[in-house]
């Protein structure tokens, strides 16, 4: 079933991270050679925090680091090549270098930044958003319509960087509301046909559109943009390794733009690069990265990456009817190390080892599959069902007492619009499960067949919701909002929004991403005691992942970030993105390698971060003197 369409070797010798970043497992200092250097602002004053990154030529991997409070940076070391390397932080120009390493001794290179006056491009969408009044009820309740309503699918930079006036604003809302209709952008849809978010956007459209000419309009006062802090601590000590995908079938040929420069603004997924969506490693570290959609020619299922070399190998998968299946999600790898994936009614599974595929066909009569995907210690897997979860268990396929053997599908309480969004299982193999559109969580004891549900409904609930009108309310239960809406496409303004959630499986909890409002749930799996943990800042968390440390991971489109949090000390490390534009919806984290994952829909590529130690960092800079 296996079908190579490319062979990508992309800069096979030109990066060699594993010989430093694998010391740090076994407790050992990283050797000297690496490229290192100062920055500093043109005063003279060290810059803590700023983005450095290296690409070697000829490759579409590249390697960023962060400087530390005396503005020192270093980077692993890199093999012999000539790289182009650069330094960016926001409110400054990127600097730019040529470098060459001989692989042997450390290569030294400092570079100053100068101050930016117009910085508004490098801003990332949480920033534009926190940047934008809340100071009256009307614009909190504006904003709220914003957050939710207008930022689904993609990051708020891009639109929020431009001024236009009231027309034009409610035109780009039109744009927008339409564009909720499968994927089709036609003229102006009835309001029947749109889907929930576009009946959401038209209802608060000339209300959005006064809203934003009066914040971003031609004569408006200038926002008060309020950039992050730059990284300090564990959060700049990390290594980021972007590998980009070729776009067609021809190795090395990028994308138009993957955000790589904040000057030129963050990536937009135009120009044919949509479609990475999840990523996951085996047990071998490979990591294998899902197409949900196909790009321009080169019709792949799934990418074969190895993050040693940047080498490359892509998939096809045939479906029963002989066409390509493309998939969005894809489950950590189960008791035997093998990886299963779906698309709506195909379930597949890899064994890494092997590179074989086998094909199993959901039962028609049990409707379709969407979302996530996991497996439990017997080696089952779960899949998002319609209103409820499907279960496949390999163990019963040659049973012959049943209509559909292997297969069963057990149906939620409440009904809803039927979606549901992320799946896991815990560790005493119960399954889980996101009723994201009626703001609710399911359980399943597998013993005992009982089902059990949760609303998510966090303590800021009631006040967000009093933001709403009389008239707002009326229209959203006109709409079926959060109870019999069967063409949903995002949740109320004040839902909370579950989304990819996932179990400690050495543990006894639950880790539920809000995706609405920017915080995630720990539900206890005996007590179903539930606590929220607002994250730092106001971004939505896609998909939680949690190491085999307890640290709960979740990522957001709208930071370019992913965040970790230890629930021991309810502390939260920011780790940010080199680029900008990612659009992740997935992130996975390699227990193996202790190495975190995420895939970037938007810009076309998958970012693996590495974590270095202070101890390390020290004892290579003391090597390299």
């Known amino acids: 079933m296996k079908k190579s369409l490319f062979i990508a070797v992309l800069g096979a010798s030109a990066l060699c991270l594993a010989a430093g970043l694998s010391l740090h497992a076994q407790g050992v200092s990283a050797p000297a050679p690496g490229l290192m250097g100062t920055i500093k602002d043109r005063s003279g004053k060290p810059m803590g925090g700023v983005t450095v990154s290296a690409r070697a030529a000829g490759t579409l991997m590249t390697v960023s680091v962060y400087t530390d409070e005396r ?20 409110a400054f120009s990127t600097a730019r270098a040529d470098v060459s390493e001989d692989g042997a001794r450390t290569t030294r290179r400092n570079l100053t930044l100068q101050p930016l006056a117009d910085f508004g491009a490098q801003l990332t969408g949480y920033e534009w958003f926190s940047s934008l009044p809340d100071d009256s009820t009307e614009h909190r309740r504006m904003k709220q319509v914003m957050y939710v309503a207008c930022s689904g ?28 209709y499968n994927g089709y952008r036609p003229g102006n849809l009835q309001a029947a046909q749109l889907r929930w978010e576009g009946q959401i956007m038209r209802f608060h459209r000339d209300e959005l559109a006064k809203y934003l000419a009066e914040v971003r309009g031609p004569e408006s006062k200038p926002l008060d943009l309020k950039p992050l802090p730059r990284p300090t601590g564990d959060a700049a000590r990390v290594v980021v390794t972007e590998y980009e995908f070729p776009v067609k079938e021809r190795a090395n040929e990028p994308a138009w733009y993957e955000g790589e420069d904040w000057m030129l603004g963050p990536s937009t997924g135009m120009h044919g690069i949509v479609g990475i969506h999840d990523v996951v490693a085996d047990a071998a570290g490979i990591a294998w990265v899902t197409q949900a959609r196909t790009t321009f020619e080169t019709n792949r299922t799934l990418i074969r990456l190895d993050p040693k070399t940047g080498a ?13 299946i493309f998939f969005e999600q894809m489950a950590t790898p189960d008791p035997m190390g093998n990886l299963w994936m779906h698309d709506a009614q195909n379930l597949v599974r890899l064994d890494p080892k092997t590179e074989a595929f086998s094909l199993y066909r959901m039962p028609d009569a049990m409707g379709r599959m969407a979302n996530s995907t996991d497996t439990d210690s017997k080696g089952r897997v779960f899949i998002n069902g319609p209103h409820g979860a499907a279960m496949f268990n390999p163990a019963e396929l040659d049973r012959k007492d049943v209509m559909y053997p292997g297969w069963h599908l057990y149906q939620q309480l409440t009904p809803g619009d039927g979606t549901t969004y992320g799946i896991t299982t815990d560790a005493d193999d119960n399954v889980w499960w996101s009723e994201s559109y009626s703001d609710k969580v399911a359980t399943r004891d597998m013993k005992t067949g009982k089902t059990v549900e949760f609303d998510m409904h966090d303590p800021d609930y009631d006040a967000r919701k009093a933001l709403a009108t009389p008239a707002d309310l009326t229209f959203y239960d006109s709409i079926g909002g959060g ?8 949740p109320l303004p004040y839902a909370n929004m579950p989304r990819r959630l996932s179990a400690d499986k050495k543990g006894n909890t639950v880790w539920v991403p809000d995706w609405a409002q920017s915080n995630i749930a720990e539900i206890d799996i005996h007590s179903h005691a539930v606590i929220y943990h607002r994250l730092p800042i106001q971004v ?11 640290n709960v991971w979740t990522d957001t489109s709208l930071a370019d970030a992913i965040f970790k949090f230890t629930p021991s000390t ?38 693996r971060f590495q974590f ?8 290579q800079e003391a090597a390299a003197k």
């Not at 993609?154 to 909720?180: C, I, P, Y």
């Not at 109870?483 to 995002?490: H, P």
């Not at 939680?544 to 307890?550: A, E, G, I, R, W």
């Not at 534009?581 to 998958?606: I, T, Y």
């Open 71 to 90: 503005g020192v940076y270093l980077f692993p070391p890199l093999a012999a090549g000539k790289y182009k390397m650069w330094a960016q932080a926001t």
């Open 153 to 180: 699918c993609h990051s708020l930079d891009v639109v929020l960087q431009n001024r236009l006036d009231e027309t034009g604003w409610k035109a780009v809302v039109r744009a927008m509301e339409n564009s909720f």
């Open 312 to 324: 490359m190998s892509a998939f096809a998968v045939p479906g029963p009817d002989g066409k390509i």
């Open 483 to 490: 109870t019999w809406a069967n063409n949903s496409a995002s």
């Open 540 to 550: 939505h968390p896609y998909k939680t992942t949690v190491d085999k440390d307890h």
């Open 570 to 607: 309810g502390q939260w490390t920011m780790y940010h993105l080199p680029s900008h534009g990612c659009g992740s919806r997935h992130m996975s984290f390699d227990d193996v390698k202790g190495e975190a994952w995420l895939p970037c829909d938007q810009s076309n590529k998958v970012a």
């Open 612 to 619: 270095r130690s202070a101890d390390q960092l020290r004892a």
